[in-house]
């Protein structure tokens, strides 16, 4: 079965410093992977995707997430943090056997310290 | 560009009352879902629908229905609320059911 691990529900850094959030996913064929943004009270906001094209996937607000097969992850990353990328990040993945679903992660709320 | 949008934003209900939850998309997507968010739980699938006049469980699916009579609305039904049913509900489209889902703003529903 397709599931999505986000290790650290939360985590803190400080402001111009790198951001790096872990998602590991298991699926037996290849894999279409997201990162999702949730600011509060809202609703989702796609990031990123992955869809078997290039394995560094670059998205809106400087965040950028690379596929690595080998290792099962799509970590995301941004050089360097702004208070306004505060938020829920969630990790998804789908593929041609989720029978038309999406699997999420638990996410991880991204704290900036000013 | 509405996108998708959730009706209501907030809701109160009394135990055992029902409510209905309505998810209307204008991107002609074929596949809704909805999904109901906890603290340190993720987003859970309750029910989806694969096109117009279809419906499936999803991984929480006990004491809600859906319904899918028309392409652009995905309903979400409660039919005896209980207050474990207090949550976050977000309905999502997408086009392919594997390549982006997009989502709605969600509704806070809180049962007393």
């Known amino acids: 079965a397709q599931s999505v691990t986000q290790l650290g529900s939360h985590v803190s850094v400080s402001e111009g410093a790198l951001v790096l959030l872990r998602c590991n996913y298991s699926?037996?064929?290849?894999?279409?992977l997201f990162w999702y943004v949730q600011y509060p009270n809202q609703g989702l906001q796609l990031l990123l995707k992955?869809?078997?094209?290039?394995?560094l996937v670059k998205g809106i607000n400087g965040f950028e997430a690379e596929f690595k097969k080998s290792e099962t992850s799509f970590h995301l990353t941004k050089p360097s943090a702004h208070m306004s990328d505060a938020a829920e990040y969630f990790c998804?993945?789908?593929?041609?056997?989720?029978?038309?679903?999406?699997?999420f992660g638990t996410g991880t709320s991204l704290t900036v310290i000013p | 560009n509405a996108g998708v949008t959730q009706t209501p934003k907030f809701r109160v209900l009394k135990t055992g009352q029902s409510m209905t939850l309505l998810c209307a998309q204008d991107m002609n997507h074929e596949y809704m879902y909805w999904y109901r968010q906890d603290p340190g739980m993720g987003l859970r699938l309750i029910h989806y629908?694969?096109?117009?006049?279809?419906?499936a469980k999803g991984e929480v699916p006990d004491g809600y229905n859906v319904s899918r009579l028309k392409k652009q609305n995905f309903l979400l039904g409660l039919e005896s609320a209980a207050p474990s049913q207090t949550s976050v509900y977000f309905c999502?489209?997408?086009?392919?059911?594997?390549?982006?889902?997009?989502f709605g703003q969600g509704t806070r529903l809180t049962v007393v």
């Open positions: 629908s694969v096109g117009e006049g279809t419906t």
């Open positions: 992955y869809t078997s094209a290039a394995t």
């Open positions: 999502a489209s997408s086009y392919t059911g594997i390549i982006e889902a997009f």
């Open positions: 699926s037996s064929v290849p894999p279409y």
């Open positions: 998804a993945v789908s593929d041609m056997n989720t029978g038309n679903q999406f699997y």
